[in-house]
């Protein structure tokens, strides 16, 4: 069905024409004709499939009858992290830009004063984390009972940060009589018990979830230790060897969002690290700063990158393999986009085959494989969970990617930038030579040094004296 067809206002298609947008997604389709008859919706979609436009559209018509009230919103909208309410409220300026509709952003992190000024104005669309809400509401800044239109927004995810108690309370505040968009990725028990909770009689959508990844994205396995410095140096190694622009580089443990940034870092590679932790201030910063190309390397966890529209990505690195089969797709699913072509990469350790193998069911295929010269560690495990490090698998094999080709060119093109001599206090690719690592393997304690071109100084972090195999936060 064309836009035009939909029931959306000539000014949100307008709006909608200027954005570039030439026909509705398959979840727009479905949930804008729904919506703007008042219907309530179950939505089973994740990010990337164009959910946002499928509530923000008929949102913005049905808002733009009526005027808010002082510190009563008129729609709550609320979003698992800031960045994504962040994009939301975007979204709100671009599609609502031919109406004047009021909104304020409620995220933790931005002063409070400010916030509170907003909704003293009146506002039709309130966008907010659950933690800032029930903050501001505590302190008698809102009132919630004027809320029409609720959408809650990546269930599963509020699920897995804990935010479940706090939708439940948020929702207690709201009038029994409104309409309720309730959109999750995945459908677990929790998920659909609470959609029973808060929903009456919803239109269940669900498009195809993106369970394998976009045609438009290249993706590779490479098999190596799972010793972190040498997975460091295997990344440093495929960063030289491809033509990165821009890149996200997925950890699994937000403490190894900062190593592996401040690793990166000192091997002179333009990056930075984002996760939950970090002050709000210098997250928009680091975002920003990613998406003008000052900065072209971003290390990250899934909470912070879900969701996260950049559309011209060139590459996707797994600096571990995601524990959740679904988070593979949503990391690669971060490059090819808006029809350019992307590329991935995982690093794996051979004890990481049980994750893998749940990746290739999910998506349905084996992801092909690639040697990193010099760092390759032979085949998964498959039972995942043995700890059985450094079980190497003789040299030799036919090589399957352009990694091993770039060295047969002539050897990969180092970095201008890219210092010699830290690689040899951790591994560095430059240095690494068949079977080298067979003398590096899991049971070389870290050493503690002084040594300044040592990747820590004089502090050895946790991690490097973890359980090997042991999967945290
Ligand atoms: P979302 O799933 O809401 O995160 O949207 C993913 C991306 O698709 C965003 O960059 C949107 O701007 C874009 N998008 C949304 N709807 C459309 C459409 N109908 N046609 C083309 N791109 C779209």
Redesign the pocket.
Known sequence: MP?TDLGLSEDVLRA?AD???????PI?DQAIPVVLMGRDVLGL??????????FTLPMIDILAAGRARARMPRSLILEPTRELAT?VAE?FETYGKYNKLSKALLIGGEAIADQQQVLDRGVDVLIATPGRLLDLFERGNILLTDVKILVIDESDRMLDMGFIPDIERIVKLLPKIRQTLFFSATFPPEIRRLADDFLINPKEIRVAPPATTAETVDDFLAVVSGDPKEKRAALRALLASEPVRNALIFCNRKRDVDILARSLKRYDFNVAGLHGDMVQAVRTETLDAFRDGQISLLVCSDVAAR?L?I?DLSHVFNFDVPANAEDYVHRVGRTG??GRRGRAFTLAGPEDGKFVAAISRLIGRKIDRIDVPGFDAGELESDGGRRRRGRQRPKGRESRGKIRDTERQGGRRRRASEKPEPAKAETGAQTAKPGSKDKKSKRDKPRRTSDKHAAFGDAVPNFLTRPLGAKGN
Do not use: I, L, W
């Open positions: 836009f909608v954005a570039g947008y030439t026909e509705p997604t727009q979609a994740q990010t990337g499939t164009g959910k946002t436009a499928s994009q979204n969701g529209d559309s986009r808006a």
